[in-house]
Every structure is written in structure tokens, then in C-alpha cells.
């Protein structure tokens, strides 16, 4: 800024300007600054050629350039982080994901690198886990003040209550021992849904349904405290009890879309995990797999939908970002108009399903690899779908013996078999097809017998 108004009597906002240009990575302000400054150096007496040629020594700060003080100072503290992570992994990531709090994307990923560092994180739980991320050295905590719509404060007196009078016993005595100010309706659900009580209640749907009851429970002991009052029926468990109904407990697929609500992503287990069964007839590939080894150009990959964002190209077409979970990683893909309409019914938040991906480098150097995504499937719809063929490989007349128990039913599933030993290599089809789903076919794998579907 000062080469600028010194040689080119540019004022102190013009070199703004011109250092904004070159911050920027702006070429075409940048040309149009450059013009200026060699006119207002000619003016000062420069030559033509030394105020380009003292320009062009400025201008490589137009790809990337730093004051020698503030890449100081980045080398150092790119150091010290490097060397905390390096020999204080969980300390360090305790200190920064408190620092990001809040912030639940940033979340996501220190807990992705918690996993890939295979280091054993303790999942929200009322009676372990602190307000902030904590380590002991052999345990992660998660943070109970990670959790959505819950307040740092309260949560922390909250946890002072169990520091200074031991853990919480059950529900009741939870209901009993907190103050009814740090408790709320919102922040109450983002505990259930976490799973913050599954070690006093495994069944978080007739928690949360109870919420309103806590809540007013609550309330009436604390006002009864503050009067001097006893409750003569407070202190008995069977009136908690007789406030949480008595239902079924949310699914799979939702208790982890709820618990997806609250933290931000799946930390007690993954909807991926239910359809495993399947991922060898599809032969699925993990996407970290997919995308580092050069040889595999397509693959399937199976995956969770946690965001869509659809948004509109400079000619107006349609098309999509999603925000994908697999069992290793977390990542975005984009999908076209055309694929867009095609799936939109099933494009929501928690499903899950087949992508049919393929990959393709965008220079000589095979540098810049794009993926496309072909075809998409749902998951919950293959697993459900007829089984069309498959092909028992067997060794003796037990296993067939074994595989007709589960085909005593016709149905629309074409059933082959080849059996091979030391004598002879048979194969034949049976007459009439059977019913055989998925469960079934499970068993029959369970025992060890080989079955393609085809």
C-alpha cells in the first residue's frame, strides 16, 4: 500500500483497493489497477518500464502471498497444533470441538476424525458426559452442551447437581434433584433424543412423549421445597412410573433420524448398518475406497441422505447438492436435473440408498477427479423387492436337505442349485418357484451355503 501512494499517488483507499484486488485473486481488477498505477508513477517522474517492472515484482502477491509477520505466524501455530494432535490427539480435539460448540457441522468433523483415530467416544449420557468435550485419557466425552436446543448454563448446573450429589438413580430422582429453570421443554427433547437417559430408560419415545409431565413434576417439587411443604407421593418411583406411557419405543430408522436431530449426525449407530446384509449382492464399495484407488473408475456406494439443497445452474436448469453419509465418511456429491426429477419422491432427509457412481479425471495428470452419479436406488425398496433368481452352491444332500426347509412355500423366486463333489458337478432348477426373501436367504447363509442372486 505504501509502494502505491508513494510511487503512484494513489490515496490510502485506492490502495486499499489495490491491496483488495490482490487478496482477492481479482485478474481483471487487478490489470485495471495496474494501469493505474503505472500512469500515476509517469506522472511522478518514473519511467514507463520501471513502474511495470516494479508492478510485476507486486503482482505475484496476485496468486498467493503473505507478509513475512503473518506467515510467522501461521508456521508457528500450524506447529503447536501439529504437535498437540500429534502427541495430545483427544485433549486437543476436546479443546476445539468446545471451542465449535455450536457450531454442529464442525462437529461432524472432529467426530469423523475421532473414529478414523479410532479413539473410544462415550456418547451423550446424563450420568458420564460433562457440558463440554472432556477426555480422561482413555475415554472421550461427548458434550451435553453439543447438543441442539441445549443451553450451555443450564446443562452445567445440571452437571454440578451429579458432581456434588453423585449420579442420578432414575428419572425420578433426576426429576427430583434439578432445577426446574434449567430444564425446558426443548432442551429436555434434545437430551432424549441423543439418548442423554438410555442407561436409566432405553425406550426414548415414551420419554419424550413424558417431557410435559417432567417438566410439571418438576415444578410442583420445587415449589413445594421453597414453601417448606412435603410431598407425601413425590418420593415414590411408582409416580414417575405411572407418567411415562407405556408404548413402543420410536423404530430404527427414526430413533436415528431423531438422534440425527439433536447431535448432527449418527453417533449411537449408522441406517446403513440394517441393509449390510445386502451390500455383497451389490457389491458395495466404501467411497474413501471408491475415490483413492485409481483402478476402480465405477462402483455402488451405499449411503444415508442427511441434507438436500437444490439450487439453479446460470441457465436456469435444476440440480442438486447432497450431503451423504456411509459407514467411513461423510461427503457431497452433485445430481443433475434429470436425476433430480426422476428421484425427487425419495430425496429425503434419512433415507437411504444405492448410488450408481462413476469417475473421471478432469486433466492428463489425472489430478482432478469429478463423480458422477448414474442411477440412484433406495434402499428400503431392494430389501423389500421379490428376489427374482438366486443360485445355491451346496456340497451334500444336508445343505440341500437344510436349504428346503426355507422353500416349502411357491412364490416368484427361481430357484437353481449346483452341487459339486468329489464324484459328480449337478445342476438343476427347480419346477416351481418359491417364496424366498431376504430373511430366509439370511439363514440359509447364516449355515454357511453359498447363494448369488442373479
Not at 386 to 391: G, L, Q
Request: hydrophobic share 40%; with cysteine.
Amino acid at each position: 500500500m505504501q509502494i502505491a501512494q508513494k510511487l503512484s499517488g494513489f490515496t490510502a483507499g485506492q490502495a486499499d483497493i489495490l491491496r483488495r484486488a490482490m487478496g482477492k485473486k481479482k485478474r481483471a481488477e487487478l490489470e485495471k489497477q495496474k494501469q493505474n498505477f503505472i500512469a500515476g508513477a509517469v506522472k511522478n517522474g518514473i519511467s514507463k518500464d520501471v513502474a511495470a517492472g516494479i508492478f510485476l515484482k507486486i503482482e505475484p502477491f496476485a496468486e498467493y502471498g503473505f507478509n513475512k509477520s503473518h506467515a510467522a505466524a501461521y508456521a508457528i501455530i500450524s506447529y503447536q497444533t501439529a504437535f498437540l494432535k500429534t502427541y495430545y490427539p483427544k485433549e486437543f480435539i476436546a479443546a476445539s470441538m468446545t471451542m465449535d460448540i455450536s457450531n454442529q457441522n464442525k462437529l461432524n468433523e472432529f467426530y469423523e476424525e475421532l473414529r478414523r483415530l479410532d479413539i473410544n467416544v462415550v456418547r451423550p449420557d446424563i450420568n458420564e458426559c460433562f457440558a463440554e468435550f472432556k477426555t480422561d485419557g482413555k475415554n472421550f466425552y461427548y458434550a451435553l452442551g453439543g447438543i441442539k436446543a441445549v443451553g450451555y448454563e443450564a446443562i452445567s448446573n445440571i452437571i454440578k447437581e451429579r458432581e456434588n450429589n453423585g449420579k442420578f438413580k432414575s428419572i425420578n430422582d433426576f426429576v427430583k434433584r434439578v432445577n426446574p429453570k434449567d430444564i425446558n421443554k426443548l432442551q429436555l427433547e434434545g437430551l432424549v433424543k441423543a439418548g442423554a437417559f438410555d442407561n436409566m430408560n432405553v425406550n426414548r419415545q415414551s420419554l419424550f412423549k413424558s417431557i410435559p409431565n417432567f417438566i410439571s413434576k418438576s415444578k410442583n417439587i420445587f415449589e413445594n421445597k421453597t414453601a417448606n411443604q412435603i410431598d407425601l407421593f413425590g418420593e415414590k418411583n411408582d409416580e414417575i412410573n405411572e407418567i411415562i406411557p407405556d408404548i413402543e419405543d420410536w423404530k430404527f430408522e427414526e430413533r436415528l433420524s431423531r438422534e440425527f436431530e439433536a447431535v448432527g449426525f449418527f453417533i449411537s449407530d449408522h441406517p446403513l448398518n440394517q441393509f449390510k446384509d445386502i451390500f455383497k449382492d451389490y457389491e458395495i464399495n466404501d467411497y474413501q475406497k471408491f475415490m483413492s484407488n485409481d483402478d476402480i473408475t465405477n462402483t455402488n456406494i451405499a449411503v444415508t441422505l442427511l441434507k438436500i439443497q437444490e439450487r439453479k445452474t446460470s441457465k436456469g436448469n435444476s440440480y442438486a447438492v447432497l450431503k451423504l453419509s456411509d459407514l467411513t465418511s461423510v461427503f457431497e456429491l452433485f445430481i443433475f436435473s434429470d436425476l433430480l426429477e426422476l428421484n425427487r419422491e425419495i430425496l429425503k432427509d434419512g433415507n437411504s440408498f444405492i448410488l450408481t457412481v462413476i469417475k473421471s479425471y478432469q486433466n492428463e495428470d489425472n489430478r482432478f477427479k469429478r463423480v458422477n452419479v448414474q442411477k440412484i436406488a433406495s434402499l428400503k425398496d431392494l430389501v423389500n423387492r421379490p428376489i427374482k433368481e438366486v443360485t445355491f452352491t451346496i456340497k451334500s444332500l444336508e445343505e440341500l436337505n437344510e436349504i428346503s426347509k426355507f422353500l416349502s412355500n411357491e412364490g416368484e423366486t427361481t430357484i437353481k442349485i449346483d452341487m459339486s463333489n468329489k464324484e459328480d458337478n449337478l445342476s438343476f432348477e427347480l419346477k416351481n418357484k418359491r417364496n424366498l426373501d431376504r430373511k430366509a436367504l439370511n439363514l440359509i447363509r447364516n449355515k454357511q451355503i453359498s447363494a448369488l442372486i442373479t
